[in-house]
């Protein structure tokens, strides 16, 4: 069960982004190298993140193996360095079975999946394997094109890794929302 002591004790047990990065061969290391030196948060999206107060606690379940998780974790690392609040933990999904287990996605080990936390470890939400716009896309290819929810602004997008991060920024700033406006937070934080 996600319960705070165990989320907390998965935390603490969990990498750096940089010491994730000592465990990958270096073949790894450099395809995840290429994946991070692309990505570029826009101004608004660094203004956006470092006006964070909440305290966010992200654990995120990853495979180095993983061709989603080389594009995807590299854009979690970003979004926390812009971030005086965020926490980023990475942990081997093989090697954490007690917790990937708990967080499978349409009953698969997916990764990426980011588990979001609170400040004090609490559940906050979960966000794996895709985001919208790479879903729209994979749908877009072996669907169709109309195989997706046809909506204003639903487009397949030009730059599918800019539309990915602008994903990811848009759930931590869902997140951050959540936080900032808890009653509990709130009362703890007089704000």
């Known amino acids: 069960m996600l319960t705070s002591p165990f989320l907390q004790a998965k935390?603490?047990?969990?990498?750096t982004y940089q010491q994730y990065m000592q465990s990958a061969r270096p073949d790894q290391q450099a395809s995840w190298q290429r994946q991070h030196e692309k990505i570029q948060l826009t101004v608004p999206q660094t203004t956006l993140l470092g006006g964070f107060t909440r305290r966010v606690n992200v654990l995120v379940s990853s495979g180095i193996w993983c061709g989603d998780c080389a594009a995807q974790v590299p854009m979690l690392d970003h979004i926390a360095r812009a971030s005086p609040?965020?926490?980023?933990?990475?942990?081997?999904?093989?090697e954490h079975r007690d917790l990937s287990?708990?967080?499978?996605?349409?009953?698969g080990l997916r990764v990426p999946t980011a588990v979001f936390l609170n400040e004090d470890f609490e559940f906050t939400g979960l966000l794996g394997d895709k985001t919208l716009s790479r879903l729209r896309s994979q749908a877009a290819r072996s669907l169709g094109a109309g195989a997706?929810?046809?909506?204003?602004?639903?487009?397949q997008p030009q730059d599918l890794a800019a539309a990915g991060l602008a994903d990811w920024v848009a759930e931590f700033e869902r997140i951050h929302l959540l936080l900032r406006l808890s009653p509990n937070l709130r009362d703890r934080h007089g704000d």
């Open 85 to 94: 609040v965020v926490e980023l933990r990475l942990l081997h999904r093989d």
């Open 148 to 155: 997706f929810c046809q909506l204003p602004g639903a487009e």
């Open 101 to 107: 287990e708990q967080i499978m996605i349409c009953g």
């Open 11 to 15: 935390f603490a047990m969990g990498l």
